[in-house]
Each structure stands twice: as structure tokens, then as C-alpha cells.
């Protein structure tokens, strides 16, 4: 078995590895790099490996930064099958549209407005190009087991996500075991990540590596934002990712309207419309999650959907109106790089009025990490824009395992591996549970290098 580390290695994107058995290839994920400029400008590069030579991709859930390079790798003349759960396979299917949508939005905006420092802007891959790619993905049977030649994988349930799985791979008497993105105890919407097999090598991701979540109610904090936001007379954005996060929102959202805490007459403002489309593929996966259908099925009680931009722009314009009503408006991306959001922050950004909270982690280099950090002034769409708003981190929402849930999920394993490599990280957050690994397991374990190639 060889392994290349093409994405994921340095950063907590990307998520790429091509995993080489014999004269069989199967590529672990195939991710967006996003944050820094220096990494989004990979995603132009081809993939490290000739894409023709690839048998087959893994995927391990549907967010952008395990799935979004999908169009671009078939661009690269990639036609072979790409295996996850049919929860994965319907997220991909609004996730990837709606990042070619973008991408194209971007690209005809820029030429618009000769923002682009090439003659002409073009997206990373289109709409048709998405649309194509979905097609190449392939049926997984119900138990996650895979025969694929001489090759035996099996996607283990991971929490974190609707879909997402742990990928175990064994070939020739050796195996690997690839974490994905592991769930955390106590997630609002997906239960206990399952124990996978053991593994010669296991790929563990690290993205809280080196932190823990914060012992506070989710649903506490939310309605104390609420209240102290509604009471100066300012509205509450909540940039969220469109996929998992934004139903948590809703959730905690429709809690609080129960309990009587969040007034009946504050509108809820859905402005995503792939987070309209995954709040139903969220209903219909519901066996898949902790809670009841009903409770579900529940998730957009009175809230109101945004499905047109101008509508977004006219919305977001009335924020900017001193007597605004106090409003809740769920938008993304989550990191605040693109989308809709932006509409919100160039309006409620400049007025002390207003409250954004980020429910989610955000990436160094990103917009959201940016006003999080504290900075005063944002550039949005080529401009300038003072933050005046509250800024705030709504902690206790994050679809990942923290430091010490790592550390079990590795615990739980049916036996030590030989190696362990950490991945998906900011170098911080990977060297920290390197260190853990080390320490209190005793496991041999070292962070990886980009393109770096191993053998066993």
C-alpha cells in the first residue's frame, strides 16, 4: 500500500488522499482548499495524480471541503464511480449545484465589474459540470460494505454529518482506516459516531486537535443573544453553513419558540436556498438522526424562505433602515467567503444595532475568522466595509468531535494501529493531538506533508 497526501496535510481543507494498491488508485475525498489565497489557489492546480488513472473516488460526506473539488477532478478526465451513502450522494447533489452556482455568480460579477486580474474571470467548474458529476456516482449497499477487485472497504457511520462515514480499507492482508470527519457525544442532530474496524494505519482528522468544547448550553446562549439583541432594537444574522449547521439553528430556533422564549411575532428568515434544500433531505434522511421525525419535520415551522436574490437584496436593505424590526436571518456560507451572507454583513456590519453571531468554526484566512478576530473592517465584493456590529463565536454547535472526543474514538478502537497519521488541521490544531496521540496512547503518529508519499 502507498499513500500520497495531496490535500489536508497543512490545512484543515482540501481533504484529499490517493491511496495506491497495487496497480489499483482510489483517491479518500476529493475537497475544496479554502481560506488563504495561497491555498484556494490550489484548487486550479490538477489534483498531484493523473485524475485518467484514478479507479475510483471514496467519499466521506458531502461538505464542500471533502467534496467540492468533485467537478474539477472530473474535468481532469476522472470517469470512474464515486462510492458514499445515498445521504452523501443527495447532499452532493445540492452542495455541488450550488458551488458551481456561486463560482459562475463570481466569475460574471467580476467581469462586470473588472475586478479580475485575468482578462477574463471564470468559475472552477460550472453547473453542467456539476450536474455531470453527480451522475458518476455510484449505489453503495445498505451495510457500507464494498467489493471492489482484490479490495474490501466499508464506510462506517460518523455522526458528524447526515451520510457521513468512517472508510475502511483493506487489500493484500494490509488496511487503513480513514476518520473523515468524526461527530461529537451529544450532537443536537446526529448520534454517537459507531467504532470502525482496526486498522494497520489509521488517517485521523484534527480539526479542534488542540481544543475543547466549552461546557455551555448552545440554546442558553443563543437566546441570550437573542434577547440582549432585540432589546437595543438591532436583528441577529447567524452565518451558517447551508448543510447541518443551519438545521441545528432551526432546531435550537424552534426549541426557544416552545419554551416561550423567542416571541412568536420575530420572524425567522431562511436566506440559503441549499439550506431550504438540505433542511429536506434532512427530513427525509431522519432515521438517520437522534431526533424524533416529528421533531423533524418541525424544523421550518413558521420560518419564512428566501428563494430570490433581489429578495435577499431588499431584506437585507431594510436592515439598514434605523426602525427596522428585530429579525433572525440565517445565511451562508458559514465562514462569511461568499453567497448571500455578504448581502447581510455589507447592511448590518456597519451598525452597533446588530448582532452576528458565527455558530461554526472558521477557517484562518477566511472572512468570518477575520471579524471574529476582531478586526473593524472587512473587504466585501471589492469594498471596505467597518464593523460596528457584535461580533460573537456561538460555541457548543460544532458538528466535530473535540480534542478529547478524538482521543476516544481512537481509544475505541479494536486494536492500536501501526502508524497513525493526523490530518485535516491548521498546523496548530494537528501538532497538538500528535502530541496527545504520542503521550497518552503511546502510538507512533507524526502530521504528514503536503504531496508527501508514504509506503507500508
Request: glycine content about 10%; charged content about 20%; some cysteine.
Amino acid at each position: 500500500m502507498k499513500l500520497t497526501f495531496l490535500g489536508a496535510a497543512d490545512t484543515v481543507t482540501g481533504s484529499r488522499h490517493l491511496l495506491t494498491l497495487g496497480e489499483q488508485r482510489l483517491l479518500l475525498d476529493a475537497g475544496l482548499f479554502q481560506g488563504y489565497k495561497t491555498l484556494r489557489e490550489r484548487n486550479w492546480a490538477a489534483l498531484g495524480a493523473p485524475a485518467t488513472q484514478l479507479d475510483a473516488v471514496l467519499l466521506s460526506h458531502a461538505h464542500l471541503d471533502h467534496c467540492g473539488y468533485l467537478p474539477a477532478l472530473r474535468r481532469q478526465g476522472f470517469k470512474g464511480p464515486i462510492y458514499a451513502t445515498s445521504a452523501t450522494r443527495d447532499l452532493c447533489d445540492v452542495l455541488l449545484r450550488d458551488s458551481a452556482h456561486l463560482q459562475e455568480e463570481d466569475a460574471r460579477r467580476a467581469n462586470k465589474e473588472g475586478s479580475s486580474r485575468h482578462d477574463k474571470a471564470l468559475p472552477l467548474y460550472s453547473v453542467r459540470e456539476a450536474e455531470a458529476t453527480i451522475k458518476q456516482f455510484a449505489a453503495l449497499p445498505r451495510d457500507g460494505k464494498l467489493r471492489l477487485g482484490a479490495t474490501d472497504v466499508r464506510f462506517t457511520p460518523a455522526g458528524h454529518l447526515l451520510g457521513a462515514s468512517s472508510i475502511h480499507v483493506s487489500h493484500g492482508g494490509r488496511s487503513l482506516l480513514f476518520s473523515g470527519d468524526v461527530g461529537r457525544v451529544g450532537d443536537l442532530l446526529m448520534p454517537v459516531p459507531q467504532v470502525p474496524a482496526a486498522a494497520d494505519v489509521v488517517l485521523i482528522e484534527s480539526t479542534y486537535g488542540n481544543r475543547l468544547h466549552p461546557a455551555q448550553d448552545a440554546q442558553a446562549h443563543l437566546g441570550q443573544i437573542l434577547r440582549n439583541t432585540f432589546k437595543r432594537g438591532g436583528s441577529v444574522l447567524l452565518p451558517s453553513f447551508a448543510v447541518g449547521r443551519a438545521q441545528a439553528l432551526l432546531l435550537l430556533l424552534q426549541r426557544l419558540r416552545n419554551a416561550g422564549e423567542l416571541p412568536l411575532d420575530v420572524p425567522i428568515w431562511l436566506d440559503s436556498p441549499m439550506a431550504e434544500l438540505a433542511t429536506e433531505l434532512t427530513v427525509k434522511h431522519a432515521r438517520l438522526l437522534r431526533i424524533s421525525t416529528s421533531e423533524a419535520r418541525s424544523l421550518t415551522d413558521r420560518v419564512h424562505y428566501v428563494t430570490k436574490q433581489a429578495q435577499s437584496l431588499k431584506l437585507a436593505a431594510s436592515l439598514a433602515q434605523p426602525r427596522s424590526k428585530p429579525s433572525i436571518i440565517i445565511s451562508a456560507s458559514g465562514m462569511a467567503t461568499g453567497g448571500r451572507v455578504l448581502n447581510y454583513i455589507e447592511t448590518m456590519a456597519p451598525q452597533a444595532r446588530h448582532h452576528i453571531a458565527f455558530p461554526g468554526f472558521q477557517a484562518g484566512g477566511t472572512r468570518g475568522a477575520r471579524m471574529v478576530g476582531g478586526e473593524r473592517e472587512v473587504k466585501v465584493r471589492g469594498r471596505w466595509v467597518p464593523v460596528n456590529a457584535e461580533i460573537s463565536q456561538l460555541e457548543g454547535l460544532s458538528g466535530h468531535a473535540d480534542a478529547d472526543g478524538l482521543l476516544q474514538w481512537l481509544r475505541a478502537l479494536p486494536r492500536p494501529p501501526e502508524q497513525v497519521y493526523v490530518v485535516h488541521g491548521e498546523p496548530a490544531a494537528a501538532d497538538a493531538l500528535r502530541g496527545r496521540i504520542q503521550d497518552e496512547l503511546g502510538w507512533s503518529v507524526r502530521v504528514p506533508q503536503h504531496g508527501e508519499t508514504v509506503d507500508w
